[in-house]
């Protein structure tokens, strides 16, 4: 039988790659500590992985520097081999429980209909009454979080809940993707399927509802289908903007528009642009739209970007720190959903890895798991000199005086702001941002950081600069 020598020293080439990629980081050491010898036939070495996910990954990051240690140790190259091992698979398997919370990895049970009222279709049935599904209790309003950029939006959408077809209708909510249209609508037909037994309500995605019309015409069943949603208490309609390109479509919705309305039905309507700027909409359709309450969702504002944030992080049971958070606020300019999916590739990590973290994530782990998702809005980051530069100017106060060891009352406020917006515009670490402000030690740049944050909550003026200068920042090419 052929000698194994990669075997006998695998332990030893273990621990050079966890010293080559940062001996000190448990995460690269869960990483590599995941990869076995399975056998080796000549130049060619077999090493096992639990998964498909950890075998990409382990190609992606660390196959280079296998083959280069392997190269030194043995003054020859190796062809390496990764395959998924069934053993490790298993082992894996065991040690994934409570990685995230179980409540999360299943679809949460249909909450029982009310007494005497049919339960609604599920979406997937195919059938026009295919209104409601169970992502509708992932989006409730329960868990829709406010703050000041959409809180009118939500408010409206409250109070039609209340009195529906009596206040605000139809009600218009327009906005780009990626803000939360789809998640008050899906929210609110929960609602109603929850609460009120003897409303008949029904969500329809915009294309959804296109393919009923198109679909029914052909069978020769449009009367039908004009029946089944003209029957309707409550209506509910996502990206309408999908609609408008169509002649017949707009006609057919226009009638179908005046009698719900008519009738005292609730029309509810989601597109990512006003009636006004929807092409080819007819003036007796964009006319109808505005007669009730048109209303934007704004793009929301960094705090309410962080509590969106911390609140699903939280729901996921992710061991994410405050300043992580933060930094994800900060790149979540654009789009909520763009960060949400960073979240959601660090749970799959945390769970793949075979582990949790010990302790909540860091900057630093959270850049070796995103790569170049972690990076500021459009993919941009600003550097530390720019945000000196921009909180210098505001407060008059020369930037070399900024990073000096000046310990004047003015300087120092001036200092920990800029400190504070570096938190949020930059992913450079506590160390890295005191270095920076002359060779300041960890703890005062994060007590810096933690004495801005407490003052925001009651100081006006304070609060006012820093929006300020952030504006500064925001409009400036990075």
């Known amino acids: 039988m052929e000698a194994c020598p990669v075997q006998s020293i695998w332990s030893e080439i273990q621990a ?38 950890v075998l990409e990954w382990i190609e992606k990051k660390y196959l280079v520097e296998i083959h280069e240690i392997l190269r030194r140790s043995f003054n020859r190259g190796f062809i390496i081999k990764l395959r998924v091992d069934a053993g490790l698979f298993q082992e894996l398997r065991r040690k994934q429980d409570g990685i995230i919370d179980p409540a999360l990895r299943k679809e949460p049970p249909a909450a029982p209909a009310p007494a005497g009222v049919e339960a609604p279709a599920r979406a ?61 609508l899906q929210g609110l037909h929960y609602e109603f399927w929850r609460q009120k037994r003897n409303v008949r309500s029904r969500y329809f995605e915009g294309e959804r509802f296109l393919n009923q019309f198109i ?49 005292g039905s609730q029309l509810i309507i989601a597109s990512t642009q006003p009636p006004r700027q929807l092409p080819s909409m007819k003036e007796a359709l964009v006319s109808r739209l505005l007669s009730g309450l048109v209303v934007e969702l704004k793009r929301p504002d960094y705090e309410t ?35 949400l999916g960073a979240l959601n590739l660090i749970g799959a990590h945390l769970k793949f890895a075979g582990g949790a973290a010990e302790g909540p994530l860091d900057l630093q782990k959270i850049r070796e798991l995103l790569g170049s998702q972690f990076s500021g809005p459009q993919g941009r980051r600003l ?50 941002i005191g270095k920076f402000f002359s060779n300041r030690n960890f703890s005062t740049v994060r007590s810096a950081e933690a004495n801005i944050r407490a003052q925001l909550e009651a100081d006006l003026q304070l609060r006012q600069d820093i929006q300020e200068i952030q504006a500064l920042l925001e409009s400036r090419e990075c």
């Open 16 to 53: 050079a790659l966890q010293n080559g990629f940062g001996g000190e980081s448990s995460l690269i050491q869960r990483w590599l500590g995941m990869i076995r010898f399975l056998s080796q036939e000549g130049d060619t070495i077999h090493l096992g992985v639990p998964n498909r996910f």
């Open 215 to 263: 679909l029914s015409l052909k069978a020769g069943t449009i009367q039908r289908f004009r029946e089944q949603i003209r029957s309707l208490d409550v209506f509910i309609l996502d990206d309408f903007q999908l609609l408008v390109n169509k002649e017949k479509t707009q006609e057919e919705f226009l009638h179908t528009f005046d009698a719900l309305f008519n009738s």
């Open 383 to 432: 550097h530390l000199d720019q945000i000196v530069k921009a909180v210098g100017g505001y407060f008059q106060i020369a930037e070399e005086v900024l990073r000096s060891p000046n310990r004047g009352r003015s300087v120092s406020k001036a200092r920990q702001v800029a400190i504070y917006l570096a938190r949020r515009y930059t992913s450079h670490s506590l160390a890295e």
């Open 124 to 184: 997937d049935s195919g059938g026009l009454a295919a209104g409601f599904n169970r992502a509708g209790y992932a989006h409730s309003l329960e868990n829709f979080v406010t703050g000041v950029s959409n809180q009118t939006v939500f408010s409206a959408v409250s109070q039609v809940l209340g009195s529906p077809g009596k206040i605000f209708n139809p009600l218009f909510i327009h906005g780009p993707t990626g803000l939360g249209k789809t998640h008050l």
């Open 305 to 339: 970007r962080l509590a969106i944030i911390r609140h699903y992080a939280r729901q996921a049971s992710l061991p994410v720190g405050e300043d992580v958070l933060a930094v994800l606020a900060e790149c979540a300019r654009g789009n909520v959903r763009e960060v």
